[in-house]
């Protein structure tokens, strides 16, 4: 026990007794911050989407949209919180705020390449983190994990939207009704 007490404390540390306390690395801080940046441009998507759904009087669609700004402020609020526990900071950097919709359908593809991009951004820092901060490639399973769902939603979506003309207004309010 004594060998290891050793290794964590700093010379420094060692004379005063307090260990050096552990922090993340600068790329795993760099990852963490673009993906805090993409939680709430994601929040700012799916809120301006609820809104325009609202003015549209697609009810359904808007409570849904509104449930996933919801959800993109505790994704980002978990990477934070994961942040300040090894004494990181974290830096809030400025989201993309403007959205704009023609239909319901660009709504659904919008949100649906945003997803698909995000879960590849987890794919690769997960794999830059492997090999040096097994760690964070831990807490990084549960993003992971999210947009996997995320992405299989939307496909379900999507294969919806191919089952209507989305030309036809009456048809694209049936397929809110049925799978908001």
């Given at each position: 026990m004594e060998i290891k007490k050793r290794n964590i404390l700093s010379e420094q540390s060692k004379s005063e007794g307090q260990p050096q306390l552990y922090k993340l690395s600068e790329k795993t801080i760099k990852i963490f911050t673009d993906r805090i940046k993409d939680e709430y441009t994601a929040h700012y998507f799916y809120r301006a989407a609820s809104n325009?759904?609202?003015?549209?009087?697609?009810k359904k669609a808007s409570e849904f949209f509104q449930k996933e700004a919801v959800n993109e402020l505790e994704h980002s609020e978990k990477i934070q919180n994961y942040m300040t526990g090894f004494n990181i900071i974290p830096q809030i950097p400025q989201a993309e705020t403007k959205h704009s919709f023609e239909s319901l359908v660009d709504v659904v593809y919008g949100a649906y390449e945003m997803e698909l991009a995000l879960m590849k951004e987890y794919n690769k820092n997960s794999q830059e983190l492997f090999t040096e901060d097994i760690t964070s490639?831990?807490?990084?399973?549960?993003?992971?994990?999210?947009?996997?769902?995320?992405?299989?939603?939307?496909?379900?979506l999507i294969n919806a939207i191919d089952l209507i003309d989305k030309t036809n207004k009456f048809e694209v309010l049936y397929f809110e009704q049925t799978y908001f």
């Open positions: 325009w759904c609202d003015d549209r009087n697609y490639f831990d807490f990084l399973t549960e993003f992971r994990e999210i947009q996997k769902g995320a992405i299989v939603e939307y496909n379900d």
